[in-house]
C-alpha cells in the first residue's frame, strides 16, 4: 500500500516559520514530474497552494507568494513545503501530492497525503 506521510505541522506564531515534509513511504519512488501542495482551513473547501514542476517551475497562489516554497529531495523520495511569515489565515489542515508514485511493480497516480495540521496563532 503505497503513501504519502505528512509531517511537520504544528503550532506556530504569527511570523513563524514551518517546514513541511511529504515522503513516500516504504520504498516507494516518486515518478512523474508534478509536485503539489494543498490546504484546506476550517469551514472552507480545499484550495490550491503550491506545484512544483519538472523540478525547477514553480507556481503558487496569490495568497502564499513570497512567502512559502515547493521544493523536493529526489535522492529520498520527499518534497516540502518551506512555509515563512506564517500568518493566522494560513491556519489549515495541509495535503501533498504526487501524480504518480511507484511501489515496487505498481504505478498509483494521484496520491495524497493523510494531511498535517498548521496552526497560527498568537
Known amino acids: 500500500q503505497v503513501q504519502l506521510v505528512e509531517s511537520g505541522g504544528g503550532l506556530v506564531q504569527p511570523g513563524g516559520s514551518l517546514r513541511l515534509s511529504c515522503a513516500a513511504s516504504?520504498?516507494?519512488?516518486?515518478?512523474?514530474?508534478?509536485l503539489r501542495w494543498y490546504r484546506q482551513a476550517p469551514g472552507k473547501q480545499r484550495e490550491w497552494v503550491a506545484t512544483?514542476?519538472?523540478?525547477?517551475?514553480?507556481n503558487y497562489a496569490d495568497s502564499v507568494k513570497g512567502r512559502f516554497t515547493i521544493s523536493r529531495d529526489n535522492a529520498n523520495n520527499t518534497m516540502y513545503l518551506q512555509m515563512n511569515n506564517l500568518k493566522p489565515e494560513d491556519t489549515a489542515v495541509y495535503y501533498c501530492?504526487?501524480?504518480?508514485?511507484?511501489?515496487?511493480?505498481?504505478?498509483?497516480?494521484?496520491?495524497w497525503g493523510q494531511g498535517t495540521l498548521v496552526t497560527v496563532s498568537s
Open positions: 516504504d520504498g516507494s519512488v516518486f515518478g512523474g514530474n508534478v
Open positions: 512544483l514542476t519538472g523540478g525547477t517551475s514553480t
Open positions: 501530492n504526487k501524480d504518480r508514485i511507484k511501489a515496487g511493480q505498481t504505478w498509483y497516480f494521484d496520491v
